[in-house]
């Protein structure tokens, strides 16, 4: 039971990261209908920005916020200089390019910092909290920052006019610019959040997994199962979707299938998901008048 | 009195099908002004060439400056409000974020509050639905929403495209209505694009005819209504 009890709270521990993860995927998508194949690589390489900071001398939370303004302009100018002139491109054409991105995010990471895996620190304390050895402190905190950002998001949504004009324009572009709304740069900013999430669960999972050019490819996949589980257009949908992946990737993986295949959980599931219910079990299910 | 808007030549086209083949008419500031004309006439066209949402060659005046190949979110921002063919509502928005993006671009935060008030007063049934989500709404209280939403901007010039497209007669008086006190009493400019031409007719001060994107006819609301060619072929008695 002990161990059970262990296994499931390691999973919701791992799926705080998918969760972020996913939220980044899932606010690209509804700004601009695009599944970003790149997001986890700029998560990546924003870590290894915070590392640089760390080495530099730098104390941990500042290298940390430091690193999110550093990753929202790097996705400001992502969307600006590279997604922006194939915006009313093919679909494919458009997937070909975040493939590019991903490639090229990893190939400088790898140049830059060299494939030798790397330690990140975590934050929070050495000790287990509360005296237990089910989970750790970085885990516990891991899971408190996603649901901080969470918050946080949601917040900015809902309350505030910019929020509110991010929704506006990802729905109807054409009216948001009758209202005014600078729908281009509502793209941008979109771009930068993400991005900027995206960094905020590469410094989180990094002290787990370690820190090198492709720790976040099993990550990705499992982000995407997340996202689709939840319904790609439902952040909070995604959040509880990563907690379930984690659980169930933990669980099957420790008692059913082995730690080998436990990266097929997510592939299993993307398929199951699109096949049974495409819009996941939070998602909105798109009625059409015609 | 002035011309608040000024229009020299308008061209416009979709892809290589022309729709607009030198359109000038002019809109005198207080006044309410009506395009009339047919079905792929022109008119929608006109509009949006207006606010930039289609390619134009020609010259556009608007309050003293030149205004055609601006952006349309730098044309709003003159005080241009669209009511955009088909509404724009934001569906998956509720009533009231609905109407507080139409004062997006404003900065005085305490008078959007009356303005609000304002809006209410005018249309009573869209305060009993302001939390609800605008795409429930019915065709009706979508089209106050979006006459409302343009107001939200305390617009100089408001542009309706259609305003009586798909609705009972009934609510179609009544939004007539409302747009004739707001032109009174706010001093709002109106241009109004419409199929109905009686209706416009007795809305409107002035009139421009357009029959394939041109203008053929212009004059005051009442000696367009005398003329015999518009009787027959467009009021139709």
Not at chain 1, 66 to 94: D, K, M, N, Y
């Given at each position: 039971m002990e161990t059970f009890l262990h296994q499931v709270i390691a999973g919701l521990a791992t799926g705080g990261i998918y969760a972020s993860v996913a939220l980044a995927l899932v606010m690209i998508y509804q700004a601009t209908h695009h599944v970003n194949f790149a997001q986890g690589e700029i998560a990546m390489f924003s870590t290894y920005i915070a590392w640089s900071l760390i080495q530099a001398g730098m104390p941990y939370w500042v290298a940390f916020f430091l690193t999110i303004v550093i990753a929202f302009v790097l996705g400001v100018l992502v969307e600006r200089i590279i997604v922006r002139p194939v915006e009313q491109a093919p679909v494919l054409s458009v997937v070909v390019v975040f493939i590019g991105l991903l490639v090229i995010f990893n190939s400088l990471a790898g140049w830059i910092y060299t494939y030798t895996i790397k330690t990140f620190p975590s934050p929070f304390p050495e000790k287990p909290p509360f005296g237990t050895h089910l989970v750790s402190s970085h885990e516990i905190g891991a899971v408190g920052v996603t649901l901080v950002v969470l918050a946080l998001l949601y917040s900015f949504f809902r309350f505030t006019p910019l929020g509110l004009a991010m929704r506006a324009a990802a729905q109807n572009p054409e009216s948001s610019r009758l209202v005014g709304i600078r729908v281009g740069w509502m793209l941008a900013l979109g771009w930068g959040l993400a991005s900027a999430i995206g960094a905020i669960a590469g410094m989180m999972v990094a002290p787990i997994v370690f820190l090198d050019p492709n720790m976040m490819s099993g990550i990705l996949l499992y982000a995407f199962a997340a996202a689709l589980v939840g319904g790609i257009d439902n952040p909070g949908g995604a959040v509880l979707g990563g907690f379930i992946v984690g659980v169930l990737e933990n669980v099957l993986g420790a008692y059913v299938i082995g730690n080998d295949l436990k990266l097929s959980v997510a592939l299993v599931l993307i398929i199951g998901v699109l096949v049974i219910r495409p819009s996941g079990l939070f998602g909105r299910v798109h009625v059409t008048r015609v | 009195m002035a011309a608040l808007l000024q229009v020299a030549g308008l061209h416009a086209a979709y892809g290589l099908t022309r729709v607009l083949h030198g359109i000038d008419f002019a809109l005198e500031e207080g006044s309410i002004t009506a395009l009339l004309g047919a079905n792929g006439a022109g008119k929608t066209t006109t509009l949006r060439a207006l606010c930039s949402m289609v390619k134009v060659e020609g010259e556009v005046h608007f309050d003293g400056a030149r205004i055609d190949g601006r952006a349309t979110e730098d044309i709003v921002r003159l005080g241009i409000a669209h009511v955009p063919d088909g509404r724009g509502t934001f569906t998956h928005l509720t009533t009231e974020e609905n109407l507080r993006l139409g004062a997006y671009v404003r900065r005085d935060k305490s008078s959007i509050a009356q303005d609000f008030e304002r809006i209410y007063g005018y249309f009573p049934r869209l305060k009993e639905r302001r939390?609800?989500?605008?795409?429930?709404?019915s065709g009706g209280e979508q089209q106050m929403l979006a006459v409302s939403r343009a107001l939200m901007l305390r617009p100089k010039l408001l542009l309706l495209d259609e305003p009586s497209f798909g609705l009972a007669p009934l609510i179609v008086r009544e939004i007539f209505a409302i747009m004739r006190e707001i032109n009174k009493t706010e001093k709002v400019s109106i241009l109004l694009v419409e199929q109905n031409a009686a209706m416009a007719l007795d809305l409107a001060d002035h009139a421009y005819l357009i029959e394939t994107g041109r203008v053929v006819l212009s004059g005051t609301s009442e000696d367009i209504k005398k003329d015999e060619a518009v009787r027959r072929s467009y009021l139709g008695y």
């Amino acid at each position: 039971m002990e161990t059970f009890l262990h296994q499931v709270i390691a999973g919701l521990a791992t799926g705080g990261i998918y969760a972020s993860v996913a939220l980044a995927l899932v606010m690209i998508y509804q700004a601009t209908h695009h599944v970003n194949f790149a997001q986890g690589e700029i998560a990546m390489f924003s870590t290894y920005i915070a590392w640089s900071l760390i080495q530099a001398g730098m104390p941990y939370w500042v290298a940390f916020f430091l690193t999110i303004v550093i990753a929202f302009v790097l996705g400001v100018l992502v969307e600006r200089i590279i997604v922006r002139p194939v915006e009313q491109a093919p679909v494919l054409s458009v997937v070909v390019v975040f493939i590019g991105l991903l490639v090229i995010f990893n190939s400088l990471a790898g140049w830059i910092y060299t494939y030798t895996i790397k330690t990140f620190p975590s934050p929070f304390p050495e000790k287990p909290p509360f005296g237990t050895h089910l989970v750790s402190s970085h885990e516990i905190g891991a899971v408190g920052v996603t649901l901080v950002v969470l918050a946080l998001l949601y917040s900015f949504f809902r309350f505030t006019p910019l929020g509110l004009a991010m929704r506006a324009a990802a729905q109807n572009p054409e009216s948001s610019r009758l209202v005014g709304i600078r729908v281009g740069w509502m793209l941008a900013l979109g771009w930068g959040l993400a991005s900027a999430i995206g960094a905020i669960a590469g410094m989180m999972v990094a002290p787990i997994v370690f820190l090198d050019p492709n720790m976040m490819s099993g990550i990705l996949l499992y982000a995407f199962a997340a996202a689709l589980v939840g319904g790609i257009d439902n952040p909070g949908g995604a959040v509880l979707g990563g907690f379930i992946v984690g659980v169930l990737e933990n669980v099957l993986g420790a008692y059913v299938i082995g730690n080998d295949l436990k990266l097929s959980v997510a592939l299993v599931l993307i398929i199951g998901v699109l096949v049974i219910r495409p819009s996941g079990l939070f998602g909105r299910v798109h009625v059409t008048r015609v | 009195m002035a011309a608040l808007l000024q229009v020299a030549g308008l061209h416009a086209a979709y892809g290589l099908t022309r729709v607009l083949h030198g359109i000038d008419f002019a809109l005198e500031e207080g006044s309410i002004t009506a395009l009339l004309g047919a079905n792929g006439a022109g008119k929608t066209t006109t509009l949006r060439a207006l606010c930039s949402m289609v390619k134009v060659e020609g010259e556009v005046h608007f309050d003293g400056a030149r205004i055609d190949g601006r952006a349309t979110e730098d044309i709003v921002r003159l005080g241009i409000a669209h009511v955009p063919d088909g509404r724009g509502t934001f569906t998956h928005l509720t009533t009231e974020e609905n109407l507080r993006l139409g004062a997006y671009v404003r900065r005085d935060k305490s008078s959007i509050a009356q303005d609000f008030e304002r809006i209410y007063g005018y249309f009573p049934r869209l305060k009993e639905r302001r939390h609800q989500q605008a795409g429930t709404l019915s065709g009706g209280e979508q089209q106050m929403l979006a006459v409302s939403r343009a107001l939200m901007l305390r617009p100089k010039l408001l542009l309706l495209d259609e305003p009586s497209f798909g609705l009972a007669p009934l609510i179609v008086r009544e939004i007539f209505a409302i747009m004739r006190e707001i032109n009174k009493t706010e001093k709002v400019s109106i241009l109004l694009v419409e199929q109905n031409a009686a209706m416009a007719l007795d809305l409107a001060d002035h009139a421009y005819l357009i029959e394939t994107g041109r203008v053929v006819l212009s004059g005051t609301s009442e000696d367009i209504k005398k003329d015999e060619a518009v009787r027959r072929s467009y009021l139709g008695y």
